[in-house]
């Protein structure tokens, strides 16, 4: 079966512009999880998405927001863009919970300018 | 936010020789995952564990949720290059669905 597909995979955006990144879980998968990865800060949660409802949330300033479709994919939204929102952003889903474990998609490599 | 302790951050070690990292956390989880992450993609699962004295194997690899379940232990038997990248460790603190994700073993095998 597919696994997770992130796109894109690579994304190129000046500073104060805003960006959607977009993920589909596996088919069957409910939650749809994001992380932020940098090499100073490891994976960071960014918020989960169980059936359209944000579940869960981290700590990350309000610029970042999410949303879940009715077919489970979901959209990450970043507006005015920092040059430290540079990072690798991860998207991973499961089939309800995330205690079955997550699957993680490729990516989608973000560089502000 | 809490935090997870993964150790060592970083290692070398000759083809063929067993490796061990561990993950430590100040509370209690219910559960603990392990990941693997090579260049350029996302992690992929190794090893979940769900019962503290949980000791589960896939292939070479082993892992254990620890007794007092603040902490986890991954080894790696006879490694070979392939097993180069980055190990995570995850878990879920009690009463909580949110993984929260250890900074990463990077481990680089000389052949």
Known sequence: KAGVTQTPRYLIKTRGQQVTLSCSPISGHRSVSWYQQTPGQGLQFLFEYFSETQRNKGNFPGRFSGRQFSNSRSEMNVSTLELGDSALYLCASSLATGLDGYTFGSGTRLTVV | ?111
Request: some cysteine; proline content about 5%; hydrophobic content about 35%.
């Open chain 2, 1 to 111: 936010g809490q935090q997870l302790n993964q150790s060592p951050q970083s290692m070398f070690i000759q083809e063929g020789e067993d490796v061990s990292m561990n993950c430590t956390s100040s509370s209690i989880f219910n559960t603990w995952l392990w990941y693997k992450q090579d260049p350029g993609e996302g992690p992929v699962l190794l090893i979940a564990l769900y019962k503290a004295g949980e000791l589960t194997s896939n292939g070479r690899l082993t892992a254990q949720f620890g007794i007092t379940r603040k902490d986890s232990f991954l080894n790696i038997s006879a490694s070979i290059p392939s097993d180069v990248g980055i190990y995570f460790c995850a878990g879920t603190p009690s009463g909580t669905y949110k993984y929260i994700f250890g900074t990463g073993t990077r481990l680089k095998v000389l052949a």
